[in-house]
T-cell receptor, first 116, second 111 residues
Framework: GAVVSQHPSWVICKSGTSVKIECRSL??????MFWYRQFPKQSLMLMAT?????????EQGVEKDKFLINHASLTLSTLTVTSAHPEDSSFYIC????????????FGNGTRLTVT | QKEVEQDPGPLSVPEGAIVSLNCTYS??????FMWYRQYSRKGPELLMY????GNKEDGRFTAQVDKSSKYISLFIRDSQPSDSATYLC???????????FGQGTTLQVKP
């Protein structure tokens, strides 16, 4: 079945630094990937839609200059949290859908970001 | 009012019990309905996927969608301790992948 890989699985960084998270589709080409954020004991909230070869689409309230998304190939999307602050500490999860057929979204295993 | 409502629980049941998990929603345009299972510190794992109304069964899991009532359910038969996790309902208006999630219900199955 479809597999989505996310790296790293956890990261700790200092305030003011930037962190890059990678999301790869392992056995299919994904023209579109999605980035979600999940705070403790809360549900997943869509942050942005990553489109291969074009600009990402951000949800209302998500700062595009803070959360930089790059989707340079059909199997890789990256999310960079710039100038991270403690309030950015969260669980970031990417997802993708195999465009062939009518398959649903599959999710990566998430990246736990802690900003100190 | 949230677009998708889900009781966060926690729900505690003995091993072997039948578990019923539910979500209600307000957007009548939702056509795609999913149930995901999420273990602590892991990404969501797809359990069931249903398009429009009806029932779908897969092993011990049965998903039901009642669009007239804007209500979806997930039933787990013969529950096992390994079923202990958070169960998230999710739904969307198209198959583009943009989903709205419920809050998730934490389930504990006691041996």
């Amino acid at each position: 079945g479809a597999v989505v890989s996310q790296h790293p699985s956890w990261v700790i960084c200092k305030s003011g630094t930037s962190v890059k998270i990678e999301c790869r589709s392992l056995d299919f080409q994904a023209t579109t990937m999605f980035w979600y954020r999940q705070f403790p004991k809360q549900s997943l909230m869509l942050m942005a839609t990553s489109n291969e070869g074009s600009k990402a689409t951000y949800e209302q309230g998500v700062e595009k200059d803070k959360f930089l998304i790059n989707h340079a190939s059909l199997t890789l999307s990256t999310l960079t949290v710039t100038s991270a602050h403690p309030e950015d500490s969260s669980f970031y999860i990417c997802s993708a859908r195999d465009p062939l057929g009518n398959s649903p979204l599959h999710f990566g295993n998430g990246t736990r970001l802690t900003v100190t | 009012q949230k677009e998708v409502e889900q009781d966060p629980g926690p729900l505690s049941v003995p091993e072997g019990a039948i578990v019923s998990l539910n979500c209600t929603y307000s957007n009548s345009a939702f056509q795609y309905f999913m149930w995901y299972r999420q273990y602590s510190r892991k990404g969501p794992e797809l359990l069931m996927y249903t398009y429009s109304s009806g029932n779908k069964e897969d092993g011990r899991f049965t998903a039901q969608v009642d669009k007239s009532s804007k209500y979806i359910s997930l039933f787990i038969r013969d529950s096992q301790p390994s079923d202990s996790a958070t169960y998230l309902c999710a739904m969307g208006t198209s198959n583009t992948g943009k989903l709205i999630f419920g809050q998730g219900t934490t389930l504990q199955v006691k041996p």
